[in-house]
């Protein structure tokens, strides 16, 4: 081949390969969706697990896949004891203090008595100066914990005020589960997913449909308003998409009246999944409107009883699933909606804030008053 053919070819190679790139960043530039064969390799945050075994099936898994963990310690009877929970994430903490990150939380034992408050803020302290990054409140508040009358304990109660109080000194978010999906006060066969309908035929005494008795989902939910209101400068992550999960225009309310919150999606992406085949572009508009106040979480749950192999096989799945219906646009079948769900193919910057920056920002990102 004549040099003047060879340079001629070497300048085509050159102009080709800088039109590739341009076409790879013109495909980044406005917003081409990513692919699922870029799961494993895009930086991602879980916000939303519960590490409860020294197993680290479920840790390994995720480092895996790219994943960071926030894992939720609760005040919850089914899981291990709050002084186990919290060993174990200080012990998974100090292996991969990169990759794992952990929640704390509090026993409401006791509460009525003087000096709670106190206790309570001298182990929110500790457990800060540890290493903890967030504290949850679970639902036990509002649908569990009695006073000496009888009356159920509202997250309004005076009592958590030196306790809100601690929390916002600290500079931490509160991670709170008010509440239960909508679906809890329906009759079985009105649900709208087969998740919710297997976790409360399996838990009736949470299933608010066979409690009239108890408050109403209104009821709660404006006492989680009203608190909100109370406490305006308070950092607040409305777990579980805040128990407004089965519409989207009401969750949207919700983030334009409080500010200071965001939302976990942890196990609540069917009831999205839901809308989004019944109204395609109303939950697509919201996700976009609300990039910065929605964190990518699962629920996913490692128990001592858990064989490891199945915790990773699960984590796996759910992991992958959800990238597939957010990131893309391919659809697959979801069995417990018992259809098929178009991808919303989001933004690559989307994605990217849903599955990472925000939870950097919301968790990882605040000066502590420790330091």
Known sequence: MCLVRMRRLEK?????????????????????????????????????????????????????????LLSINVDYPDFPSLAIQAQIAKDFRAKDIAHFHYATTFSMQGWTQPG???????????????????????????????????????IENPVFDPVIAEIEHLNIPLIAHQGEPHNCWLPLAQMTTDNDRSYFAEHPHYHMYLHPEMPSYEALMAARDRFLGRHP?????????????????LLAHFLDTYPNAVVDMAARMTQLQYQSVRHYPRVRRFLLKYQDRILYGTDLTANPEDKPTQVSRDAHSMWRSDWIYLATP???????????????????????????????????????PLK
Do not use: C
């Open 330 to 368: 391919a659809k697959q079948w979801v069995a417990p909606i018992h259809s098929q769900v178009k991808g919303l193919a989001l933004p690559r910057s989307v994605i990217n804030k849903i599955y990472h920056d925000n939870a950097i920002r919301t968790f990882l990102q605040r000066p502590s």
């Open 116 to 154: 709670w408050a106190n206790d309570v803020n001298a182990q929110l302290k500790a457990a800060v100066s540890d290493g903890a990054v967030a504290v949850k409140i679970w639902k036990n508040v509002g649908m569990v914990e009695r006073d000496e009358k009888g009356q159920l304990l509202s």
């Open 233 to 249: 400068q308070l950092t607040f992550d409305g777990a579980h998409m805040a128990s407004l999960e089965w519409d989207v225009d």
């Open 12 to 68: 085509f190679r050159l102009y080709l390969g800088l039109a590739l790139l341009g076409a790879v960043g013109s495909a980044y530039a406005t917003g081409q969706p990513y692919r699922l064969s870029d799961f494993q390799t895009v930086a991602k945050f879980d916000a939303h697990v519960h590490a409860n075994t020294q197993d680290s099936a479920l840790v390994d898994q995720a480092r895996a896949d790219g994943f960071e």
